[in-house]
Every structure is written in C-alpha cells, then in structure tokens.
C-alpha cells in the first residue's frame, strides 16, 4: 500500500519549454502533496506543499510563476516548470500524505523525475 | 539555520555488524521524527518512525531511539546486509504546524561492506 507514481522519470528538453511532471497517489487520497527538489548530493529541499482544491503554499524563494501546481483532484497534483532553463536542472521528487488517516503519520515519496534543460 | 542535522556524510560498517545512524534537531517544538532510505535516481522509501512521547520504536531489523532531551534520535540496524547500502535521511515535523512539512537532514551514505 501507500503507493506514489511520479510520471515522467526522466525528461530532456530545450531551454525555454514548459514542463509538466505529474505525482499521483494510487491506493489513498490525498488532499496534500508536496514537491521537493534534490541537488547533487544535497538534501531535500521543499518547494511547495499543494493542496486539494486551493491555491499551492511555496517556500520561501521559490518563484510561483515559475513553478506552476495544480492539485485538481484528490490523487493528482501537477508541477510545471515553465520556460526552463539550465539552472532548473534538477531530480524533483513528490510526495504525498494519506488524508484518510489523522495524526502523524509518513509521506510516501515517487521516484522523482530527472530534468535536464539543454 | 539548520533545524535537523546529520553530521555525518557516511558510514561504513561490515555485513553482520550494527550500524548506528545519528540526527540531532534544533526546534523543540518537532514531535514527530521518521527515517528514510534512498537509491540513487529515486525517491526516498519510508522505513520507520517515532512520535515524540515515545523513546524507542521496533520494525525488524530497524529500531528507532529518541532522546528529547538532547534532541537527539539514532537509527540502528542490526544485523546489517550489503542490501541495506543507501543514503538514510532523519526527517522531524510538527503537529501543529502547517499540513505537516517535513524538514530533512542532509543524509547519510551508509556502506555494508560483505
């Protein structure tokens, strides 16, 4: 159980494309997901938490425009990255929290999606 | 500011041996403390968790210890196997705090050497 599918696991695009990386939790709802990205040997770092229905909340210096998040439905939230470049280069990762329960409990994490901007 | 930190980058230890994996924390106000465990190109997998009015959690080979009065928690894993080579995250967040955000250490690459 608790199973996260991120969709696409690895992505190579010209400088300037928009991109859309989809997180979907596939036996729970969830009406919170988050997006976080790694770099190289760093931890991770939390981008934004989204949330069903209402507006993404975004970490402090990460650009809204930038980082379009769409969580339309209680199994899917979208993250786009619009007019990539180089430095968005990155491994995003999602993760989701399953609302059917209370309390404290673990996020379940995809398996990222690798984003390289030529 | 830092508020959950592993210090250290990696760890290598024989087949068979514990390993002993360790994360302090800086706000007080983190009641919930979990582990991950993470391959290279994927996500982190959950291994076990500990709330903060407990001091020790059990799952098999993997026990959790919290001490909250030196803000301190240790993943041990006993006995280890070449399998369990990866990178371990300490992860704490808080109740009341908003939609349950998980601040991360920076991780640790444990070896299990055969």
């Known amino acids: 159980g608790a199973v996260v599918s991120q969709h696409p696991s690895w992505v190579i695009c010209k400088s300037g494309t928009s991109v859309k990386i989809e997180c979907r939790s596939l036996d729970f709802q969830a009406t919170t997901m988050f997006w976080y990205r790694q770099f190289p040997k760093q931890s991770l770092m939390l981008m934004a938490t989204?949330?069903?229905?209402?507006?993404?909340?975004?970490e402090q210096g990460v650009e809204k425009d930038k980082f379009l998040i769409n969580h339309a439905s209680l199994t899917l939230s979208t993250l786009t990255v619009t007019s990539a470049h180089p430095e968005d280069s990155s491994f995003y990762i999602c993760?989701?929290?399953?609302?059917?329960?209370?309390?404290?409990?673990?996020?379940?994490f995809g398996d990222g999606t690798r984003l390289s901007i030529l | 500011d830092q508020q959950v930190k592993q210090n250290s980058p990696s760890l290598s230890v024989q087949e068979g041996r514990i390993s002993i994996l360790n994360c302090d924390y800086t706000n007080s106000m983190f009641d919930y403390f979990l582990w991950y465990k993470k391959y290279p190109a994927e996500g982190p997998t959950f291994l076990i968790s500990?709330?903060?009015?407990?001091d020790k959690n059990e799952d098999g080979r993997f026990t959790v210890f919290l001490n909250k009065s030196a803000k301190h928690l240790s993943l041990h894993i006993v006995p280890s196997q070449p399998g369990d080579s990866a990178v371990y995250f300490c992860a704490a967040s808080y109740s009341g705090g908003s939609n349950y955000k998980l601040t991360f250490g920076k991780g640790t690459l444990l070896t299990v050497n055969p």
């Open positions: 993760s989701a929290r399953n609302s059917d329960r209370g309390g404290n409990q673990p996020q379940h």
């Open positions: 989204s949330n069903e229905g209402s507006k993404a909340t975004y």
């Open positions: 500990i709330s903060s009015i407990k």
